[in-house]
């Protein structure tokens, strides 16, 4: 039920450029029902068509080919032993049974990983946990095997046995002294935001209120429909393939030379749509381990991780505790916002220095004003892991920034739309890192959305 | 008793890495007939990212988004690229292939100005075809430019080039800079319904009004709206990975994990507001991240505009609404009019 408008496009039109009606702009059409739906792929000027998605009729047939449909003669299927516990010391692996299990035909721990760590920024996470487990959802052992369901039940023949250490789930017990560290010997927090603008408590001393209040959000998943899925196989030249699930190949591509000491040329990573990303495909999981079982046994090997292990062994959306305080005029002006977040950061950095820098920089919202002093930390704490994922930051501090707007306006008796019409940015604005920003169209978003809507008082 | 409430959430969102390069190359091919084949390194994620490069690189060769094929996803064959994230495949891929594009094209400038008598600058491309500038009657079409380029000339019209946007990093003391070299704005307004026995939340109705630059592809933008919504309803009321005192999670699975249906989805209202930034591709800027954005806020106003209570945790399951409503009766008992926030 979506009404949908044709937006105007702002770019100006040479005279040559509209369309006439004597172009023949369908000459090309293999489409049987080009006499009466107009194709919006055949049009032109191409930009602003409505044209449909090249990929759309395979999804519609249930044609599309993702990852986890590929199959390739002798090929292998991985399962990963989880460690299912949050903090530990690993005395010893005992893979033994497991190998001796007819049909498993390698067993691998993070001892066989060249480069044994990974991350975009920090690399503080292990491709399989081989000293210490970080969180329940670490690898610790991985299996190929001719079924999955082999695979499966050798994981119930690994032996781990393991020395529990203290563990730190809450950020904020995390940044006290005394906390067990997560990394030893790095701090708990392990990156940290300052944005200053002017000064905030001049303006506290302007104001005429001053609003106060601290807001949480959860930790969530991505949930893609299609969940990570890969498959790793070796040609004779010792050229590397990897068939994936990965959103962001070249980065991918580099982290595999790195865990795998490897030359970027001799590494092919082919992905195809991918089935669900929202951040959460961004980097490599399981590559590494199935490239060296793959390397191990002679033959590809297929990783498809259970929606369990989307859960627990996947980045997820950062918690994020925000204290906001807010100093405004009479009018409804802001005059000042002191903001302070602080990000649950999981087990692993991942993208948490991405999330950090963007939640602190838009946490003072898309509105005027002079005095601004926002602070971020990101804290490791013995979970799964926290990383990209749709917004990096912007829909928790939009959260607390767009709850508190509302409380203001109803302390000062002003309606809700109406507030922000008096503190959004403009053309030429200056935003809380100090940068003029241009193409602003916050205004026209809002009063466009209430007269949509029917807001009281906007009703054209 | 079931309360209607109504809340506005409003937004401001980057376009790519902060700071940090983020660039995108990308090559394109006018082949002899005048179809075209781009070559990417980002990979198709859903949201429909080849069909708006298509259409770009279609725009800038003046042929139709059906007359380009676009290859992507495979590191041997195709261009490097920093992927789909941070809402810049729009904005820096599609800038990466319409500078790719300008260079195929400017071969065909080349070739098609002796053939018609005039300056490659008096050229310019739509409709399939090369025409003169102010004289359109003078025109020749595009593949039997191509094909003369290629097998008569042999100068095949092909391109290659990158793009990064333009920041300036931070200071590490002030964090004064330019982190991002544009930003994209929205308003939500969700309109919902409160049970104030039970603190069940429905979502009736969310108006989007969204900045993207130029709309490349209208539908695609509406596409990627309606889904940022379900996830920002998820966000609002339901999605919550729980864990128990030993760091294990409860409920790691889809029976236990709620996420909106099609049946938790409100009615949406898309619209697209008209905006031109400069340094996008033809006026585009990007629309991924941002529409899951504003709609928890949105949502967590118009409940308390039904009914009087604020949610500071999100999400705003049934029993945390039903304990706000519960604690402002409570305080509404104890003071005639009271005040969550502290006055000077």
């Known amino acids: ?420 019409l008096r503190n959004a940015f403009t053309e030429g604005s200056s935003s809380p890192t100090g940068q003029v920003l241009h193409s602003v169209v916050v205004r026209d978003t809002l009063m466009q959305a209430a007269q949509r809507f029917g807001w009281k008082g906007t009703e054209s | 008793m079931k309360k209607r409430g109504r809340g506005i959430a409003c937004m401001w969102y980057p376009i790519g890495f902060t700071v940090t390069a983020n660039p995108s190359a990308a090559v394109v091919k006018v082949n002899e007939d005048g179809t075209a084949t781009v070559l990417t390194g980002t990979v198709e994620t859903g949201q429909g990212s080849l069909t708006v490069i298509g259409q770009i690189a279609a725009e800038e060769l003046g042929i139709a988004t059906d007359d380009v094929h676009v290859v992507s996803a495979d590191t041997d064959t195709t261009p490097m690229d920093t992927g789909a994230i941070a809402s810049r495949t729009t904005y820096v891929t599609g800038n990466a292939v319409r500078l790719a ?41 595009i593949g039997e430019v191509a094909n003369h380029a290629q097998f008569v000339l042999g100068q095949p019209a092909l391109g290659s080039a990158s793009f990064n946007p333009s920041t300036v990093a931070l200071d590490p003391q002030t964090g004064q800079g330019k982190p991002f070299a544009t930003y994209v704005y929205a308003t939500q307004i969700a309109d919902v319904l409160v049970d104030d026995e039970t603190g069940e939340v429905q979502v009736l109705r969310v108006v989007a009004s969204h900045d993207c630059g130029v709309p490349i592809n209208p539908m695609l933008v509406e596409g990627q709206i309606e889904g940022g919504i379900s996830m920002g309803v998820g966000f609002a009321l339901q999605e919550e990975m729980l864990f128990d005192s030993k760091g294990l999670q409860r409920n790691p699975n889809l029976t236990n994990y709620i996420m909106p249906t099609s049946l938790d989805m409100p009615e949406i209202e898309v619209d697209i507001v008209s905006n031109y930034e400069p340094t996008g591709p033809f006026g585009a800027k990007g629309v991924g991240e941002p529409t899951a954005v504003p709609t928890a806020a949105a949502i967590i106003n118009a409940i308390y505009n039904a009914v009087g209570a604020r949610v500071y945790s999100l999400p705003a399951t049934p029993e945390k609404v039903l304990a706000a409503i519960k604690a402002k009766k409570a305080q509404s008992l104890q003071k005639p009019k009271p005040k969550r926030t502290a006055a000077r």
């Open chain 2, 101 to 141: 594009a300008a260079k195929a094209k400017e071969i065909l400038f080349q070739v098609a100005a002796p053939m018609l008598g005039v300056k490659p600058d008096q050229l310019e491309a739509c409709h399939r075809r090369i025409l003169v500038k102010n004289y359109p009657q003078r025109s020749i079409g």
């Open chain 1, 1 to 420: 039920m979506t009404n949908r408008t044709k937006p105007v496009r702002a770019k100006p039109s040479s005279a040559s450029r509209a369309r006439s009606p004597g172009d023949d702009v369908t000459q090309r059409s293999n489409d049987p029902n080009q006499n009466t739906v107009p194709n919006a792929r055949q049009l032109t000027p191409a930009v602003g068509q409505r044209a449909t998605r090249p990929d759309g009729r395979l999804h519609g047939l249930g044609q599309t080919q993702y990852i986890d449909d590929l199959s390739f003669p002798g090929m292998l299927f991985c399962k990963i032993k989880r460690a299912g516990i949050a903090s530990a010391r690993i005395v010893r692996i005992d893979t033994r049974q497991a190998e001796a299990m007819p049909g498993v035909m390698a067993v691998i721990t993070g001892k066989d990983i060249p480069v044994n760590s990974f991350g975009p920024s920090i690399k503080d996470q292990p491709v399989l946990a081989s000293e210490q487990v970080f969180h329940a959802g670490d690898g610790v052992a991985a299996v190929a095997a001719v079924t999955e369901q082999i695979a499966l039940e050798a994981l119930d023949r690994i032996k781990v046995e393991y020395e529990p250490l203290p563990a730190v789930f809450d950020p904020f017990e995390a940044m006290t002294d005394g906390a067990p560290l997560v990394h030893p010997p790095s701090s708990n927090i392990y990156a940290t935001k300052l944005i200053k603008k002017g000064d905030v408590e001049s303006g506290f001393r302007d104001a005429y209120r001053i609003f106060e209040n601290t807001y949480s959000t959860q930790m969530v998943e991505h949930v893609p429909i299609e969940p990570h899925c890969s498959i790793a196989s070796w040609d004779a030249n010792g050229r590397l393939t990897i068939h994936s699930t990965l959103g962001r190949i070249t980065l991918g591509r580099a982290d595999m030379a790195r865990t795998l000491q490897m030359p970027i040329n001799r590494i092919r990573i082919v992905a195809t749509i991918v089935g669900g990303n929202f951040g959460g495909k961004n980097e490599i999981t399981q590559e590494p381990v199935l490239a060296v079982l793959s390397r191990k046994t002679g033959r590809p090997v297929k990783g498809t991780f259970t929606r369990t292990e989307e859960f627990i062994a996947t980045t997820t959306r950062h918690p994020i505790t925000m204290h906001y305080k807010t100093g405004v005029s009479k009018e409804g002006k802001l005059l000042a916002r002191q903001v302070r977040l602080v990000l649950d950061g999981g087990a692993y950095c991942s993208w948490s220095e991405t999330t950090l820098g963007k939640a602190c920089i838009l946490s003072p919202g898309p509105y005027n004003i002079d005095n601004v002093y926002a602070e971020a930390f990101v804290v490791y704490t013995n979970k799964t892991m926290t990383g990209a994922m749709r917004g990096f930051g912007a829909p928790q501090v939009c959260f607390a920034y767009e709850s508190q707007m509302d409380e203001i306006a109803e302390a000062l008796n002003i309606d809700p739309l109406e507030i922000r």
